[in-house]
């Protein structure tokens, strides 16, 4: 049995952090713009000063590059490698967690912990990002989880004997590289979910002593010489870094991510799918406890406060996003898991109800999904993408069934991840009638590479910031906007047939050769001046297939 739970607990963390790194291209502004920066950390040998397009970049700190620069030199330039590091801090915030739930709960919270919460939706999809956002989180969790030892919730660990243990060593260790991963909010989050819980539970003594003198020199010896070493360097270090994209973008709308008050509530729950509904069920019956109750465990109100302050504190932000909240997602997990091997045996037929009801509904409205899905004749692919849909949403649903009916016997309800397996195995073929055209610069960069197209000859027209930093990393060049004022012939790329319109009367454009797989077409734009007419540029440059996919030549 032992070997049972040790192979799927090792299926599981591999599917849902490891597997399919690389199967899409870098995409969004973010993945593109912060693997350039560790690619020219990597070969420029400048380890401090992280640069995009040759000029210094201090959006965020250091530590995510550092690791996919690592990456890149030891596995080379890849998506994979520039999601590595992602992945790799998700491994250690659930390990780290599942350690927690072993020392406090026992093996059996462990297990399921190793189970149910790297299957989350918001962990699957962060740790296949290039971005500092998981980085962030699995450093802070593993900070907190120090923390909690050092507070004194760990069992048969006394307050005397912190002063030798390694524990104050290893809380600041990994909250400075939490600093390092995106800076002094981790200070804030962390330090903000002790005294919360200090507060709650009249623990002052224990919570001051995250101040000792070893964690404090920890984490000055991890988190300051980078700080220091940057700022002497570039003198608006500071200035950019902690007043623009700290203070600026908590206190002010000047980053345009304006939400309501309660964006976090659902995005939350998208992210702990497909446990959301399990999951609310668990948060009502456990507030009911609570108030019937009037008391709450150390533990738990640590884990709630840890929860709660990370959720206000960036509620309160006048930027948000939903990567902001990523750090209150294992504590989430590790509640959600302890509930669940708890309140259905005593709410047993509660919780069969809510997870029936939930089942029928999401078999109803996926069978519904694929029947429109499969009547869809005019446009394929949106009948194939509600399929997909279709099919996602009865996985989900039988994952919190298998839950449920196999609650009297733990094998059988392990199996509830099964589902998602399926789901993260099969994940590139769900994935292609949502993106049908490649939404990063992967096959774009490769189809004018194959072409021999010269990318210092290269402009773009309306292209989307995100598929536009992409493009850049893939060729390796900052490609320019379309530039009229700009002498001599070169190409361009729009995204329609409507070249003469971005160009003017005074350039003429060459026939398009559309670049299928991407969306886009290619044009040779010459000035009128140097031509004769728009019969002198016949295709592009002569070379009329010039900038087709090599999918598109067939024998004949």
């Keep these: 049995m032992q070997a049972a739970w040790l192979a799927l607990i090792i299926a599981t963390l591999y599917l849902s952090y490891f597997h399919n790194l690389g199967v899409i291209g870098l995409v969004g502004p973010d993945e593109p713009r912060y693997a350039w920066i560790a690619r020219e950390m990597a070969e420029s040998g400048d380890w401090i000063t992280p640069r995009l397009y040759g000029k210094p970049w201090f959006e965020k700190p250091v530590l995510y590059y550092w690791e996919a620069a690592a990456s890149f030199k030891l596995f080379g330039v890849s998506e994979a490698s520039a999601r590595l590091p992602s992945a790799l801090s998700a491994l250690l915030a659930t390990l780290g967690m599942a350690w927690l739930a072993w020392r406090i709960y026992g093996g059996e919270t462990a297990r399921w912990l190793l189970l149910l919460l790297p299957t989350t939706a918001g962990m699957i999809g962060f740790s296949h990002a290039a971005a500092t956002d998981m980085p962030f989180a699995g450093m802070l969790t593993l900070a907190l989880v120090c923390a909690s030892g050092v507070v004194g919730l760990l069992p048969d660990v006394k307050p005397s004997s912190l002063r030798s243990s390694p524990v104050l060593a290893l809380f600041g260790f990994f909250l400075g590289l939490a600093v390092l991963a995106k800076g002094p909010a981790a200070i804030i989050l962390s330090g903000g979910a002790v005294l919360a819980w200090a507060t709650l539970t009249k623990r002052w003594r224990d919570a001051f002593r995250c101040l ?35 203070f600026k973008r908590y206190l002010t709308p000047e980053f345009q991510h304006i939400q309501p008050f309660w964006f976090y509530v659902p995005v939350i729950l998208v992210a702990v799918l497909p446990w959301a509904v399990i999951l609310a069920w668990c948060a009502v019956l456990g507030a009911g406890r609570v108030m019937q109750n009037k008391r709450v465990g150390a533990t738990t109100l640590f884990l709630l406060c840890w929860v709660a302050f990370c959720i206000l504190f960036f509620t309160a932000s006048k930027s948000k996003l939903p990567g902001y909240v990523l750090p209150a997602i294992p504590a989430i997990g590790l509640l959600f898991t302890r509930s669940i091997l708890i309140l259905p045996l005593v709410h047993a037929k509660s919780f069969r109800w809510v997870v029936t009801t939930y089942a029928a509904m999401s078999l109803a409205g996926g069978i519904a999904l694929i029947t429109i899905g499969k009547q869809i004749s005019a446009a394929p692919w949106k009948g194939d993408a509600l399929i997909v849909g279709g099919c996602v949403v009865l996985a989900f649903a039988l994952s919190s069934v298998l839950l449920t009916l196999g609650r009297g016997h733990l094998p059988i309800a392990a199996l509830c991840v099964l589902p998602m397996f399926l789901l993260l195995a099969t994940f590139s073929r769900l994935a292609y009638p949502w993106f ?20 210092s000859e290269v402009q773009v027209h309306a292209m989307k910031r995100g598929q536009l930093y992409s493009l850049n990393f893939y060729l390796h ?80």
């Design 212 to 246: 000792h003198p070893v964690a404090i020199a920890s984490f000055c010896a991890t988190a300051l010489p980078w700080y220091v070493l940057c700022a002497q360097r570039n003198s608006d270090f500071f200035r950019v870094f902690i007043l623009e994209h700290n």
């Design 436 to 455: 049908r055209q490649d939404p990063s610069g992967r096959t774009l960069a490769g189809a004018l590479a194959a072409n021999h197209v010269p990318a």
């Design 477 to 556: 060049r900052e490609i320019q906007p379309w530039n009229a004022a700009e002498a001599g012939s070169r190409y361009l790329l729009v995204s329609s047939r409507s070249c003469d319109e971005v160009t003017g009367p005074s350039f003429v454009c060459s026939t398009p050769q559309e670049l299928r797989k991407s969306g886009w077409f290619l044009y040779r734009v010459e000035s009128r001046r140097s031509v004769g007419g728009p019969d002198d540029l016949g295709g592009l440059g002569g070379r009329s297939d010039v900038g087709r996919d090599q999918s598109d030549r067939q024998p004949r």
